[in-house]
């Protein structure tokens, strides 16, 4: 497990560096501003953070739909089941989408420094891989035309907020880091100061939203290991499975051996009989 009590350190340094890059953007030469900066983007993301919330509890309502009781229970298509969020854990990751947004076209940087706080206060963020599952069903719920109502985010801005926040959930898993609770930490420390190939390759895909990407095809097209595809097999499957077999190793044995069909009186007699409807040869039809 990752010791979170390292963060701060790192934390700083990401976010100075995307101050600095942030002012240059925004040609601001003014001293001594950074303070300002940090309180008036912290309720930037305190604003955010309450129309993602709304947009999500609109959302999350449609994605699950209250159940019947009486109903038959429903098929799960896809080998992760999306996490169903408390009303406070719709609070926080709305709170975690807002600080991992990047804005319009990526006009900022993420606020590296609130993310590692959130990640460190809630571990279900990063323990449940359902998380980046939900994002991934609710940015298909997002492009399948549900407009959101007025007053709350646009579905443009929406999606790219939630591309963000899954880019940065499904990074460090698709990076190597360690599974589970301190990979978030783990991979900032890997991307902000890179010093390897591989460093630079993830931070590359990071910063080009890829992670985000593999993880909506993963839940597009979910893989199926060599147990669930054994048990969607019949018994009549099998059987098939090992005549084929059979067959494959007698016509085997035969060759090995030097012998047809034709040259063997017993197995021409036997494949004969088998063909026909009645069991008798055809000079007996």
């Known amino acids: 497990m990752t010791d979170y009590r390292k963060f701060e350190a ?80 719709r609070g926080v990751l709305a709170m975690f989408l807002a600080a991992a947004d990047t804005g319009k076209n990526d006009s900022k940087s993420p606020h590296h420094r609130l993310i590692l706080e959130l990640a460190k206060a809630n571990k279900w963020l990063e323990d449940d891989p359902g998380v980046v599952e939900l994002l991934c069903q609710l940015l298909k719920l997002d492009r399948d035309g549900n ?52 460093a630079l390759d993830m931070r590359a895909k990071y910063s080009k939203k890829e992670f985000a990407a593999e993880a909506i095809f993963d839940s597009m097209m979910p893989s199926k290991d060599d147990h669930e ?30 012998t047809t069909l034709s040259s063997s009186p017993t197995l021409s007699a036997f494949f004969s009989s088998s063909s026909s409807p009645s069991g008798k040869g055809p000079e007996e039809l």
């Open 229 to 258: 595809i054994g048990s969607l097999l019949t018994f009549s499957d099998w059987c098939a499975v090992g005549l084929i077999v059979v067959v494959f190793a007698l016509l085997i044995y035969l060759a090995a051996h030097g």
């Open 147 to 198: 407009n959101s109502k007025p007053g709350i985010l646009d579905p443009s801005g929406m999606e790219e907020i939630l591309l963000n926040g899954l880019n940065t959930l499904a990074a460090p898993s698709r990076a190597g880091c360690s599974k589970g609770y301190g990979k978030i930490y783990e991979f900032f420390a890997l991307v902000s100061n890179p010093e390897s190939q591989r």
């Open 10 to 89: 790192l934390a700083r340094e990401v976010e100075d560096d995307g101050e600095d890059d942030d002012r240059d953007k925004a040609g601001s030469d003014h001293e001594g501003g950074s303070s300002g900066s940090d309180t008036e983007r912290h309720a930037a993301h305190i604003a955010k953070k309450a129309e993602i919330d709304q947009w999500l509890k609109i959302k999350l309502r449609k994605l699950f739909p209250p159940i019947d009781p009486r109903a038959p229970p429903e098929l799960d298509s896809s080998d992760q089941v999306p996490r169903k969020v408390t009303d406070e854990e």
